[in-house]
């Protein structure tokens, strides 16, 4: 059933969606301001479950694009991406036009909520990803045969560009991938136009919904000085995702981070605060990919959602924000079966990173 | 007056721009073939005077971009640029748009042909350069306040992509040339669309002429076992161009190049064939840039033609084809007055490509 966004709410979707962000998605507080602006002028958002869409509904998926790090150095204007969403529309011969997000996480969860709001139309709970991932076609609109185009690209100085017919998905990445490097390594696109019954055949389902649920739990945790940790287990055991685990309670010894063809790629070390529990490696190209141990067998990989949060207050820390001497709860997440899939898994299994490993799925002890 | 362009012409239209190209604007045998498999279909071409275009009707620039070493390995499909200027009316809404070159030189004089011919549409005789130059705002279009986009540019592949709006051109530059590296480094661009009253005003005129004179001047000079070098000398003396004029009969003893962000750049030496004449240095990017002599001294730069000839056929070498033990004789074409200007010579002046230097007009002594 349809549900009512309120500005109120805004502080719980940025908490719980840099949880599923696994540590990309850009910093959510750039898009909490963004969203928070628009709901403010425009009042509360009618939210939309998928099935409420209709079939010849069009839907356009908004996401921001780059390296997260740069958004602290050049922050949004603030209509990019509504000014991609309308470009695109115009481009098809569309209008009225759904928003819906790419990915479940940090920015990308917000960013549509002022899209749609700036725009005043609902916006659909659902994603492409069910968490954050590095690249356009890491989407299960992808894996069900979909096209990214046409699709626009927008920045912060009026740039419009229109990708309006690519070979292949992947070709659309490296394309819209080189079109953000140039303008300065963040933009925003509108992307994979479909209609509702291609929407009802392939998004992740309410994933709006379960990072308001994760956010109001770890706020309400915090309200109540109960541990957080625990709390995001609690709040993340539906829609088919897992109960959160805690994988180690530690401090980061070693932060390797370069900005490589337009991504944020590095290694984080955790080492135990319990000594003699050992040390963590976790790679990362925007999000966290994957969890090896001392030994370097890996503990978690990609799909599942690795996620290293503030034991204290259990705010997800993005990988831009990482630096040595910080206190960290490492968190895995189940991810739901529909990111399990072998269609899934060719998208954004381990191998997909370049990982010589098969996906083996994580459950808590 | 209009004029007809026949399949017959095609070799010296190719001979001709390619020494308008002062070794670059791409090898003009590929587009010699595109153009010649479209007359073959279509019929003789109605090539228009600037004049000649009603001030309503729409023009849009025709151009390959990119490192012209490429299309050796990388020939294109055919259809590209055509699909490029459809995909630009459509976008723009306008039919019938007539092509024009964006500049003089090698492939670029071709590939509009076979567009128009394709389209059933006139041609029109001018361009934004006056010869080859290697990058998009390097026109007098530019000069005269006209924007470069929309523009779409597309690939062998079948990838299009509209960049619909930019805040100036030398982002339409720098946007257009990181699509066209993730490309493959080539690829055809629709730009700068103006109407009738705007191509009046900036147009360099007649330069498709100019290089079918030029052509045939070199083919007839072959024929009667003449000099070449003088048959482009006579030939060039029109529209504004100075006479062609000898700097150094020489052999090539060095050749550097690399690849890089897009541009084939490099220097070629010349060493004079008569003992003690010297030596002379001449550094491209894509077009040959500027010829200094032994001491380093400037003795040509652009906007000036430099370009380098067999001296045995006259036909131009271009850049990609420079190798080591080559005879060549190196020409001055001056530039004419419309490319001297105060507003053309910031856009592709000496100091535009990094040099300490004022342009110095060139004459033959």
Redesign the interface.
């Known amino acids: 059933m349809s549900w009512i966004l309120y500005e109120d709410d805004l502080p719980a979707v940025a908490i719980g969606a840099a949880i599923l962000g696994t540590g990309g998605g850009g910093d959510p507080y750039v898009g909490q301001v963004m969203a928070a602006e628009a709901l403010q002028a425009h009042g509360p958002l009618e939210i939309l479950e998928v099935d409420e869409v209709p079939n010849d509904q069009w839907i356009l998926a908004i996401a921001g694009m780059g390296a997260p790090t740069v958004l602290f150095e050049k922050p949004p204007a603030g209509d990019e991406p509504t000014r991609a969403f309308l ?1 695109l529309e115009r ?1 098809l011969g569309v209008t009225s036009a759904f928003p819906c997000p790419i990915e479940a996480g940090g920015i990308n969860s917000l960013i549509p909520i002022a899209v749609a709001s700036q725009l005043g139309r609902p916006l659909v709970d659902a994603d492409g990803m069910g968490r954050a991932f590095p690249e356009l076609y890491m989407v299960t609109f992808h894996a069900f045969g979909q096209s990214g185009t046409p699709a ?1 690209i927008t920045n912060e ?11 292949d998905n992947f ?1 659309f990445e ?2 819209a ?3 953000t ?3 300065g390594a963040h933009a925003f696109v509108a992307q994979f136009p479909m209609q509702g019954k291609q929407l009802h055949q392939s998004a992740i389902r309410g994933t709006l919904s379960l990072a308001l649920r994760i956010g109001k739990a770890v706020m309400e945790a915090g309200n109540r000085h109960e541990d957080p940790v625990a709390a995001i287990a609690q709040a993340t055991n539906v829609n088919g995702y897992g109960r959160a685990f805690l994988v180690m309670h530690g401090k980061i010894v070693e932060v390797s981070r370069q900005t490589v063809e337009g991504f944020s790629k590095g290694t984080v070390t955790v080492k135990a605060l319990v000594p003699n529990e050992g040390t963590l490696y976790i790679d990362f190209q925007n999000e966290n990919l994957a969890v090896r141990n001392g030994s370097k067998e890996f503990i978690a990989t990609v799909p599942d959602l690795i996620t290293l949060v503030d034991p204290t207050t259990g705010y997800a820390i993005t990988t831009e924000r990482l630096r040595y001497g910080q206190r960290v709860a490492v968190l895995i997440i189940p991810a739901p079966q529909i990111m399990k899939s072998a269609a899934a898994l060719h998208i954004w299994g381990p191998r997909r990173f370049g990982y010589d490993v098969d996906y083996v799925a994580m459950t808590a002890e």
Chains 1, 2 share one sequence.
Do not use: S, T, Y
Not at 157 to 167: K, T
């Open positions: 470009a481009h626009c100085f009026g740039d419009v560009v229109i990708l309006d017919e690519v070979h070709m490296w394309i991938r080189g079109i490097i140039r303008m």
